[in-house]
């Protein structure tokens, strides 16, 4: 089965409204990154974020690692904010990165 | 500071060609990856360097995809002879480590084959 479950798959939200976005890992993790990714862009590190919560202006991620789950919290949304976002975990037992498949975001007027 | 550089950007090649796509990593960075994004399959990890030394191959890509690192600047992927299932967007990244640091990608390279 799949190590990181993201979810929800797609989002569409108002330009203001709050977005919840999850991360779920199969197995136990050292950390986890979370990445942004414009459409025909390539990916940029938006949080590494081993645990604890951490922010950056109207991002916030909370990693708890021992319920092996991380968020990511957009607060007023705005249309820049739309592109698709990634998780991705380091597990423990040494491999490299694990991806998640990823949740499209899409804020509109 | 430069970041991951790739290239080329686009390209388009002919079935059975061999092509070879071409990354910089951050100067200072001792960790590089090469991914393969699709929208079917997402990220796939092709190769992993540390200090130039290969320390993962990707498995399933061993038969037509070679990675190189000559040097702790310049890293290579070839694929030979592509197959039109290749056709995808190729992703360079490096980081200082793999168990401390951020993943920094390069802006990929697209790569279309006929």
């Known amino acids: 089965g799949q190590q990181v479950q993201q979810s929800p798959t797609s989002l569409v939200l108002q330009e203001g409204e709050n977005a919840e976005l999850q991360c779920n890992f199969s197995?136990?993790?050292?950390?986890m990154q979370w990445f942004y990714q414009r459409p025909g862009g390539s990916l940029i590190s938006v949080f590494y974020?081993?645990?604890g919560t951490k922010q950056s202006g109207r991002l916030t991620s909370t990693t708890v690692i021992k319920e092996r789950r991380s968020s990511l919290h957009i607060s007023s949304s705005q249309i820049t904010d739309s592109g698709t976002y990634l998780c991705a975990m380091e597990p423990s037992s040494g491999q490299k990165l694990v991806f998640g498949q990823g949740t499209i975001l899409k804020v509109y007027l | 500071d430069a970041g991951v550089t790739q290239t080329p950007r686009h390209e388009v090649a002919e079935k059975g060609q061999t092509i070879i796509l071409k990354c910089e990593p951050v100067s200072g960075h001792n960790d590089l990856f090469w991914y393969r994004q699709t929208k079917i399959q997402g990220l796939e990890l092709l190769s992993y360097f540390r200090s130039k030394s290969l320390m993962e191959d990707g498995g399933a890509f061993k038969d037509r995809f070679k990675a190189e690192m000559l040097n702790s600047s310049f890293s290579t992927l070839k694929i030979q002879p592509t197959e039109p299932k290749d056709s995808a967007v190729y992703l360079c990244a490096s980081s200082l480590t793999t168990n401390t640091g951020q993943l920094y990608f390069g802006e990929g390279s697209k790569l279309t084959v006929l």
């Open positions: 974020n081993p645990s």
């Open positions: 197995t136990s993790l050292n950390s």
